[in-house]
C-alpha cells in the first residue's frame, strides 16, 4: 500500500514552454502533497506544500507564478512549471501524506526535467 | 528552526564491512525520525523510522535507535552489500506540525565495492 506515482518521469522541452507534472497516490486519500526540487548530489529542497482544495504554501524563494501547483482531489496533484528556462532543470519529487499515516510522507519516483 | 546534520559522504565501503552513518538533529518539540534511501534515479523510498526516545527503528538489516540525549539517530548496518549502494537521508518531523513537514538532512553517499 501507500503508492505514489508521478507523471511523466522524465521530460524535455523547450525554452519558453509550461511543462505540467502530475503527482497521484494510487491507494490512499492523500490529503496534504508536498513537491520537492532536488540538485544533483543534494538533498531535496521543499517547494511548496498544498492541501486538497486550498491554496498552496509556497516556501520562501519560490515563485509561485512560476511553479503552479494544484491539488484539487484526495488522490491528485500538480505542479506546472511556466515559461521552463534550462535554470529550472532539475529532479522534481512529490510525496504524499494521508490523514492516517501519521507524520509519514510517501514519496513519489521523481520527474526529470531537462530544459533545452 | 529545525535541523538536521549528516555526515557528508562519500562513504566507500567493501562488501560485509560494518556502516555507520551519523546523523544528529536540533528541534523544538518531539520529531519522529526517519531514514529514506534513494538508489539512482530514483525517488525516496523509507527505510525506517522511530517516533519516540529510545526507539529503534530496523529495515533490511539497517537500523537506528533515537538518541534524546545525543540528539542522535545514527544508521547502522552490520554487513554492507554492493545492492546497498545509494544516498541516504536523515529527515525528521515535527509532532505537531500540521501536515508532516519533512526536514531532511543533506544525504550521505554509500558507494559498497565487491
Known amino acids: 500500500g501507500a503508492v505514489v506515482s508521478q507523471h511523466p518521469s522524465w521530460v524535455i522541452c523547450k525554452s519558453g514552454t509550461s511543462v505540467k507534472i502530475e503527482c497521484r497516490s494510487l491507494d490512499f486519500q492523500a490529503t496534504t502533497m508536498f513537491w520537492y526540487r532536488q540538485f544533483p548530489k543534494q538533498s531535496l529542497m521543499l517547494m511548496a506544500t498544498?492541501?486538497?482544495?486550498?491554496?498552496?504554501?509556497?516556501e520562501q524563494g519560490v515563485e509561485k507564478d512560476k511553479f503552479l501547483i494544484n491539488h484539487a482531489s484526495l488522490t491528485l496533484s500538480t505542479l506546472t512549471v511556466t515559461s521552463a528556462h534550462p535554470e529550472d532543470s532539475s529532479f522534481y519529487i512529490c510525496?504524499?501524506?494521508?490523514?492516517?499515516?501519521?507524520?509519514?510522507?510517501?514519496f513519489g519516483p521523481g520527474t526529470r526535467l531537462t530544459v533545452l | 528552526g529545525d535541523s538536521v546534520t549528516q555526515m557528508e559522504g562519500p562513504v566507500t565501503l567493501s562488501e560485509e564491512a560494518f556502516l555507520t552513518i551519523n546523523c544528529t538533529y536540533t528541534?523544538?518539540?518531539?520529531?519522529?525520525l526517519f531514514w529514506y534511501v534513494q538508489y539512482p534515479g530514483e525517488g525516496l523510498q523509507l527505510l525506517l523510522k522511530a517516533t519516540k526516545a529510545d526507539d529503534k527503528g530496523s529495515n533490511k538489516g539497517f537500523e537506528a535507535t533515537y538518541r534524546k540525549e545525543t540528539t542522535s539517530f545514527h544508521l547502522e548496518k552490520g554487513s554492507v552489500q554492493v545492492s546497498d549502494s545509494a544516498v541516504y537521508f536523515c529527515a525528521l518531523s515535527e509532532s505537531n506540525n500540521a501536515g508532516n513537514m519533512l526536514t531532511f538532512g543533506g544525504g550521505t553517499r554509500l558507494m559498497v565495492k565487491p
Open positions: 498544498s492541501n486538497e482544495g486550498s491554496k498552496a504554501t509556497y
Open positions: 528541534a523544538t518539540g518531539y520529531p519522529s
Open positions: 510525496s504524499a501524506s494521508g490523514s492516517s499515516s501519521y507524520n509519514e510522507q510517501f
